[in-house]
């Protein structure tokens, strides 16, 4: 991996570049083609409109669009003046995005085309936003991107970043208790370990600036915007992918020669399951990064035999950069190992161990709750300094709600999740969320939500519902209620049926022994 000592916050990424190889296409999507010179002056126009609005270092500004180029312009825009981007999860419903956005305490929103009808319908209840933007053409009253950033053309580099503990970006995780949390990401957090990386010369996380890559997560993601920034970091182009399209992925691949790319497990088998993928080229892929969850071994065996290049598991959180512990390529045995069933050991410059409800350190093959510490740690949670408090010890170390354990080579296997999180498709699910939704059902008098296993989707969103008396559910109808309050992603699959939840005398609702009968057979209880 390139180190460049001269970068010290992320708007100092364009700059070196536009210096060393200003004429080195930066970014692909779809025709267009940007050098690195153009998104440093992008990002420069970028800094100097927002100032013109009013917005100051520490101001928030948000983003709810679908992967595109101008992402970074943005987000190397806004740290040219110490501000902080706020990407929004569009695949939320319009309630969820309200509420990130005015937690957020937004002052400016650049909105997707995609996204600009629904938007004015649910736009009056933002309490802070004074400014909208659209990423692409005007749409009545709110400018276009070029059109706001054109009387900035000429603008200076206005440089007022906040140093390198500054915050830079305020990702958003699904909230255990119903509400999501703003994880507080500083330049530290990007930069902190690269140096690290140099040293260790691992090839999967080693860029270059000859090195294609490509986009295909979604950048409000950690996964997304964190893989997008390494390659940016080293100098490299990145293709960028709008909407994942499985045909459109492959062929982007052979076209531009990709050398590493990050997907999560469910892509991976939606590009096997593409006619395309038995014709492709893949002679330029070195490395398939991939997480969220562990890659079943049918699944990895078919990958192997088509994408014929290493494949390296990634296991982290928003809360650190998604930086934790790695797989690598050479522990991905074909004929299975004992391994392939762990996350994988620590990266470089990470500190991991397991400890017991009394925050003692275990043992190896003792399972507790895994912690991690690192430069990668977040700041804190925005505005919630008691969640915060929960999550970052005193020590530094980051509680991560992962029930695991370590072996005797340190390698983490995680066994069950402390919080009850359920990932499908990679993408994170808090069941307090669905079960809040499904309580106001008529029908409901009590829920509860789990994840079971999936082929496709590694899990998939299961409600157990208690029904009221005299009542006669139907578990479609239910299913089309949370639609109509929650993102599509959270919304069961499937609904049971029955008389009533397994609680303790204290009346604590013991979700493990509800989850046990889909898991059986099963040596761990995620997929």
């Not at 038995?278 to 490395?287: E, H, I, N, R, V």
């Not at 009221?468 to 309050?485: G, H, L, Q, W």
């Amino acid at each position: 991996m390139a180190y460049y000592p001269d970068i010290q916050t992320l708007a100092d990424v364009p700059r070196l570049h536009a210096r060393l190889r200003g004429d080195k296409v930066a970014l692909i999507e779809g025709d267009r083609k940007i050098t690195y010179a153009e998104l440093d002056h992008a990002a420069t126009a970028c800094a100097a409109a927002l100032e013109a609005e009013g917005v100051k270092a520490g101001g928030r500004v948000g983003v709810l669009d679908k992967n595109a180029a101008d992402y970074f312009a943005l987000l190397f825009g806004t740290a040219k003046i110490g501000a902080v981007l706020v990407p929004v999860n569009w695949r939320l419903a319009a309630p969820e995005i309200t509420f990130i956005l005015n937690d957020a305490e937004a002052e400016v929103l650049f909105v997707g085309p995609d996204f600009v009808e629904a938007l004015r319908y649910f736009g009056t209840e933002l309490k802070t936003v004074r400014k909208i933007v659209v990423m692409g053409p005007a749409a009545g009253d709110w400018p276009g991107f070029a059109d706001f950033l054109a009387p900035f053309d000429t603008a200076a580099d206005p440089r007022r970043e906040t140093g390198p503990k500054g915050t830079v970006l305020q990702m958003y995780t699904s909230g255990t208790t119903g509400h999501p949390k703003g994880v507080m990401l500083t330049h530290y957090n990007f930069l902190g370990n690269v140096p690290l990386r140099e040293e260790s010369a691992e090839a999967w996380a080693t860029w270059s600036a000859e090195d294609v890559g490509q986009v295909a997560m979604p950048l409000f993601h950690i996964g997304g915007t964190g893989s997008a920034f390494l390659g940016i970091y080293a100098g490299a182009t990145m293709v960028i992918t709008r909407d994942f399209d499985p045909g459109l992925v492959l062929r982007q691949i052979e076209e531009y020669r990709i050398a590493k790319v990050f997907y999560v497990p469910a892509v991976l088998l939606f590009l096997l399951q593409h006619p395309a993928a038995a014709t492709t080229d893949f002679s330029s892929l070195q490395y398939i990064l991939y997480g969220a969850s562990p890659i079943p071994l049918d699944l990895l065996r078919k990958a192997l035999a088509v994408f014929k290049c290493g494949f390296v598991q990634l296991y982290g959180m928003t809360e650190n950069c998604g930086l934790c512990t790695y797989l690598p390529a050479e522990d991905h045995d074909p004929a299975g190992n004992e391994r392939m069933r762990s996350a994988g050991k620590p990266q470089v410059g990470v500190e991991v161990k397991v400890i017991d409800a009394d925050g003692n350190a275990l043992p190896p093959r003792q399972v507790g709750e895994i912690c991690a510490r690192s430069r990668a740690t977040m700041a804190g949670y925005w505005k919630r300094d008691d969640a915060t408090a929960k999550t970052i010890d005193a020590d530094g170390w980051l509680h991560t709600g992962d029930a695991g354990y370590l072996d005797e080579d340190g390698y983490v296997y995680i066994y069950d999740r402390v919080k009850d999180m359920i990932v499908s498709g990679g993408e994170n699910i808090y069941p307090a969320e669905i079960e809040s939704a499904l309580f106001g059902h008529p029908d409901v008098a009590d829920v509860a939500v789990i994840g079971v296993p999936d082929d496709k989707w590694g899990e998939a969103v299961k409600a157990v519902v208690v029904p009221k008396p005299d009542s006669r559910p139907d578990a479609d109808e239910i299913i089309a209620f949370a639609r109509t309050r929650i993102a599509g992603y959270k919304v069961p699959r499937s609904v049971d049926f029955v008389e009533y939840l397994p609680r303790n005398a204290s009346g604590k609702l013991l979700k493990r022994e509800l989850r046990e009968p889909y898991w059986v057979g099963r040596e761990r209880r995620v997929n």
